[in-house]
C-alpha cells in the first residue's frame, strides 16, 4: 500500500471518530467504523512504511483521538444534546382528594354502577356500592378506594 491509502484511511477514521464525538454521540456504529478506519491505517503504516513512521501516525492518532474526546466531552459541548429544562406541573393527585367523604352531591349521568356526579362545580367520575342510581340523584362521597369515588344515596 502506499502512503495516501494509510493517509485517508487515518483521515476517514478520524473524520468518522470526530463525527461520533462531536456531532451524533451514541450511535456507536460510525465510531466503531473510525475507529476500524484508524487500526487498520496505523497497522498499514507499521507493515508498509516502517516501525518509525507508524510510531508517528500511531502516537499522531492517539493525539487527535484525545483531543476530539475532550473537546467532544466538554460539559458546554453537551449541554447541548443533554435535556436540560425542567418538569415543574402537577397533576390532581388522588391522595389529597378534593372530595372528601361526606361531601354531598347529584349523579349527572345514571350509575349503573359507574357514572358522572356534580360536587359544588367539580364534574367527577363515581361508582357505587352495586346499587344503580338514576340522572339527578342526591349522593354522597363514602370514600376513595384506590383511585374510585364511592358514593352512596344521599
Do not use: C
Amino acid at each position: 500500500m502506499d502512503w495516501l491509502t494509510i493517509a485517508l484511511l487515518l483521515l476517514f477514521g478520524l473524520l468518522f471518530v470526530a463525527a461520533e464525538v462531536i456531532f451524533i454521540p451514541g450511535t456507536t456504529i460510525v465510531g466503531l467504523v473510525g475507529l476500524g478506519l484508524l487500526i487498520a491505517g496505523i497497522w498499514l503504516s507499521y507493515r508498509d512504511l516502517g516501525t518509525p513512521l507508524g510510531h508517528y501516525m500511531l502516537l499522531g492518532s492517539a493525539l487527535v483521538v484525545g483531543l476530539l474526546v475532550y473537546v467532544g466531552l466538554r460539559p458546554r459541548n453537551l449541554n447541548k444534546m443533554a435535556l436540560t429544562s425542567v418538569n415543574n406541573t402537577s397533576v390532581h393527585d388522588i391522595r389529597r382528594p378534593d372530595v372528601p367523604a361526606g361531601t354531598v352531591g347529584r349523579t349527572l349521568s345514571a350509575l349503573r354502577p359507574a357514572g358522572t356526579a356534580l360536587f359544588a362545580e367539580a364534574r367527577r367520575e363515581v361508582v357505587t356500592r352495586g346499587e344503580f342510581l338514576a340522572a339527578g340523584t342526591p349522593i354522597r362521597v363514602l370514600g376513595i378506594e384506590q383511585n374510585r369515588i364511592v358514593v352512596e344515596q344521599a
